[in-house]
């Protein structure tokens, strides 16, 4: 490693922060461009599973800019990789040696991209040795960059964010989502759902988890949770979190990492009875 990559940027070059904001920005203004305009729909893993050319497009646009910068560096990306659980993990295990490893979602809603919903985001994350040092979530629809660094804080519009304050479930706005996996995933996490939605004050589903994670960092959600989560999902948003004050873990109480597909992300002050209803409804597992 070179001194200036210690450094977090490379001679003549961008830093790791301007490469994924100038990536997320250009694929983000083209995404919104072919809303409501894009030509092939494929369905990957059931009709509740959607791609279309324009994910493929905005992955390989993300891959192209970061490996021009960064050409030795490790990409992980949704389209690169098979459906399912199995194959997340495999990808995830192939990439675990990687010094440098960005984890890119390059439409993460893209069911709500299809439907002209307007809550996708494009999510961009890089992690140092599996550990999560930037991330940037960018919603192309109301021009919010969300973006964290490990240690310097998270910030949206230029301004630090803070998570809220609720400290009981019956204060709190969490938000959910409905996976695709009807067998596994929905079952569970609809078993949560049963169980808060009297417990909570409300509860929203977006259907965008990267979007979701950060409003919980941006304070506008107390907390969120969801069942069958990719790393792609969650990367970015969970640094957002972190550096907002906030908690995330799984949904057993483990802290968070890039393995985790069961995801509980909180403000911090309520994560414990968070976790707790989940438990008692048998929701976590
Ligand atoms: P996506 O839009 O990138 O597919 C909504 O519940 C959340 O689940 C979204 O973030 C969505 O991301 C993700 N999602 C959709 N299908 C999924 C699948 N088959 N496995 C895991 N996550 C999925
Ligand atoms: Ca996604």
Excluded at 39 to 45: F, S, T, V
Excluded at 64 to 75: A, D, G, I, Q
Aim: glycine share 10%; with cysteine; hydrophobic share 45%.
């Amino acid at each position: 490693m070179t001194v200036s990559d210690q450094q977090g940027t490379v001679v003549g070059g961008k830093s790791f922060a301007a490469v994924a904001i100038n990536c997320a920005a250009k694929a983000g203004e083209w995404i919104k461009s072919k809303l409501g305009n894009y030509e092939k729909l494929d369905i990957k893993y059931s009709a509740h599973d959607l791609v279309t050319e324009v994910d493929k497009g905005s992955e390989t646009l993300i891959k192209r800019l970061v490996l021009t910068h960064f050409p030795h560096h490790s990409f992980l990306g949704e389209e690169g990789v098979e459906p399912g659980p199995e194959a997340s993990a495999r990808a995830l295990e192939e990439v675990s040696e990687a010094e440098y490893l960005w984890i890119v979602d390059p439409i993460d809603g893209t069911t709500n991209f299809v439907h002209g919903f307007p809550f996708f985001v494009v999510s961009i994350a890089l992690a140092h040795k599996g550990e999560v040092i930037l991330g940037v979530v960018y919603d192309p629809m109301r021009d919010e960059l969300f973006i964290a660094e490990k240690g310097k804080g998270a910030y949206v519009h230029g301004k630090r964010m803070s998570v809220s304050q609720e400290d009981s479930l019956k204060t709190s706005l969490i938000a959910t989502g409905f996976p695709a996996d009807l067998d596994y995933a929905l079952p569970l996490n609809m078993k949560g759902l049963q169980a808060l939605a009297p417990q909570v004050r409300n509860i929203r589903s977006g259907g965008s988890a990267a979007l979701h994670m950060a409003y919980v960092a941006a304070g506008r959600l107390s907390g969120f949770w969801e069942i069958g989560l990719n790393s792609w999902d969650l990367a970015a948003g969970a640094l957002l979190i972190q550096e907002s004050g906030g908690t995330v873990t799984d949904t057993l109480g483990q802290p968070y990492s890039l393995g985790v597909r069961n995801v509980a992300a909180s403000n911090g002050k309520m994560h414990q009875s968070f976790l707790d209803a989940l438990a008692a409804a048998d929701a976590v597992k």
